[in-house]
């Protein structure tokens, strides 16, 4: 029987079965992309000129509650990596827990919060819990397919970032020891940005560790070195793009300037993982976001993960691609070039909104009450994502009067008997100044969670009403909660005409032939879209987003159905599918 190939460290250089193979990575994240284009889209790694492909895994999905995992359909992690392997692609995992990724809570899950007392990435024993029963279920999954069982891993990642984050160094060793405990055996690397406490309080004597920069790959380089003299370079991380934040310009870099770049890294003659290579989306309620390290603003990504990557969001090569295609060929023999058929796009279709339900209409349906003394916060009701209605009945003196909230997190819609007063968001000071009319008045605070932080000292980010709120000086008691995560709506019972305020809104569309679209809503304010019950994220007419992705495997031909959850009354006419983009 043939031996099974190993991957170690010689030198300078990385070795597979003895021969030297230098790395040529790019991040594509199975959980961003709907399984039924796993295979184009790596494909087209390949065709770019690279030999593997990274993924992050993201626990939250994994683990969606204690103790219940979930390795089916598009989280089939196994089935993703077989598929590279049969490409012809090697693989790299980076299995967390923690990944950053601006994915929701970096990939924890929210129930951690649940525990008052929780704290991540560290060596509180609950949170040491989780992560072993978590890599209990997981690590089995790739076990056989590390390359020194003939499969395509050739190295897994300890911890992520850990540098930017703690001080814990017990607790990345901890990691480290229970992945070989479970019977990791291929090469173990961490990844840090190349400063001196990145790489003092990430790294482990024994591990071997790469850096991760945009730019200026000599001198983050050489910063490595300092900390690592012997070993292959390696960029874990090469920034070709960046992410959006909801408000700001959208991010791109020229392709030239991060062709150039990647040249620079490849002329040192280290290894590398373009990140990314293909952002994807943050489908559904996974974006994560930000708090500015200075001021603590708040900063919510989009949906979209575009990157401005050499894949676009909708899998399309740019000019990056064909870029660092040509940069790649200076150091490697790369076939002619070979590309899957482009995917079919949708016909321009219109959606016609031709139903409605009222929020207020579909609580008992969406939602189980929950009563207390005091608002509480989303974990500790059990919910995770979506919305969360606070409900309070007050006799007050009519008039102008400041409601204020100890914190909100992460944006509340304030209605006062139903009729929407204004908005509260994290960053606004949690002061808004009502009119209450005279008599019993009923006060609803619809409060949206945007996005957990997924970067920084701010992690831990529970969402809801957290603490007081206020009328003037008195604070307000005995709070009614409807948790609405918007998992389900299949039982909206929808009515045909238009409702003001927060309401669904449903259309159907005829296909003749599913294809690749994006889904625009010209008029509308803010809210989430369906389509055939997938959830495909937030819209906002703020921007930069002006356009959900809808990839062709979530249309059927013949009927579809589209709802949208307006949160500010319909302001808009037709939904419009169509491709945006010229080819």
Not at 210 to 218: L, M
Not at 239 to 252: L, Q
Not at 416 to 437: F, H, M, Q, S, T
Not at 440 to 455: A, H, Q
Request: a negative charge; one cysteine or more.
């Amino acid at each position: 029987m043939q031996n099974s190939p190993s991957f170690t460290i010689s030198g300078d250089r990385f070795l597979l079965d003895g021969a030297p193979l230098r790395v040529l990575s790019g991040a594509l994240h199975y959980f961003r992309v709907v399984p039924g284009q796993w295979r184009d889209r790596l494909l087209k790694l390949r065709a770019m000129g690279l030999n593997t492909v990274e993924t992050y895994v993201a626990w939250n999905l994994h683990e969606p509650r204690p103790g219940e995992f979930r390795f089916d359909g598009g989280l089939d992690l196994a089935v993703f990596v077989r598929l590279a392997q049969e490409l012809g692609l090697y693989v790299i995992v980076r299995p967390g827990p923690y990944i950053c990724a601006e994915w929701e809570f970096g990939g924890l899950p929210a129930w951690l919060l649940a525990d008052p007392a929780m704290e991540v990435r560290c060596c509180y024993p609950p949170y040491l819990d989780a992560v072993r029963r978590f890599y209990a279920a997981l690590l089995p999954q790739l076990l056989p397919l590390q390359v020194g069982h003939g499969g395509p891993i050739l190295a897994m990642q300890v911890e992520n970032e850990y540098g930017s984050y703690g001080s814990d160094s017990r607790y990345v060793e901890w990691v480290r020891a229970l992945m070989v405990e479970l019977g990791v055996e291929t090469l173990l690397f961490t990844s840090d940005g190349a400063t001196d406490h990145m790489l003092t309080h990430g790294t482990l004597p024994a591990v071997y560790r790469t850096a991760n920069f945009g730019s200026r790959a000599a001198g983050e380089f050489a910063k490595l070195r300092e900390y690592q003299p012997d070993g292959p370079l390696m960029c874990m991380e090469f920034w070709n793009g960046w992410f959006d934040h909801w408000g700001e310009p959208h991010h791109t870099r020229d392709a030239a300037d991060a062709a150039q770049a990647l040249d620079e890294i490849l002329a040192s003659g280290a290894s590398v993982n373009v990140y990314m290579f293909h952002g994807g989306t943050n489908f559904g309620f996974m974006n994560g976001a930000n708090t500015d390290l200075d001021t603590r603003a708040y900063q919510p990504t989009v949906n979209s993960y575009d990157y401005d990557a050499p894949l676009s969001e909708a899998g399309e090569p740019t000019a990056k691609f064909y870029a660092f295609r040509e940069v790649i060929a200076k150091y490697v023999d790369l076939p002619p070039l070979s590309l899957p058929a482009p995917a079919p796009i949708l016909a321009p279709t219109a959606a016609r909104f031709a139903g409605s339900a009222a929020l207020a209409d579909a609580l008992p349906v969406l939602a189980t009450a929950h009563r207390d003394i005091v608002p509480r916060a989303m974990e500790s009701l059990g919910q995770d994502y979506g919305f969360l209605l606070y409900r309070t009945t007050v006799e007050h003196p009519p008039g102008k009067v400041t409601l204020s909230v100890e914190c909100v997190h992460d944006r509340a819609q304030v209605f006062v008997n139903g009729v929407e007063a204004g908005v509260l968001a994290r960053d606004g000071g949690g002061k808004l100044e009502i009119d209450l009319p005279a008599g019993p008045v009923t006060l609803d605070l619809l409060v949206e969670n945007m996005g957990r932080v997924n970067y920084g000292p701010d992690l831990q980010d529970r969402k809801g009403l957290l603490g007081w709120v206020r009328l003037g000086i008195n604070k307000l008691y005995h709070w009614t909660m409807f948790p609405l995560p918007l998992a389900d709506l299949s039982r909206l019972e929808f009515g045909a005409a238009a409702t003001a305020g927060p309401a669904f809104h449903r259309a159907v569309f005829d296909v003749a032939a599913p294809g690749d679209s994006f889904l625009s809503l010209p008029g509308w304010s803010k809210g989430v879209a369906w389509v055939n019950g997938f959830n495909l994220g937030r819209y906002w007419e703020r921007g930069p987003q002006q356009a959900l992705y809808v990839p062709a495997p979530l249309l059927r031909q013949g009927e579809n159905e589209l709802i949208v959850f307006e949160l500010h009354g319909v302001r808009g006419g037709d939904a419009v599918l169509g491709w945006p983009l010229a080819r």
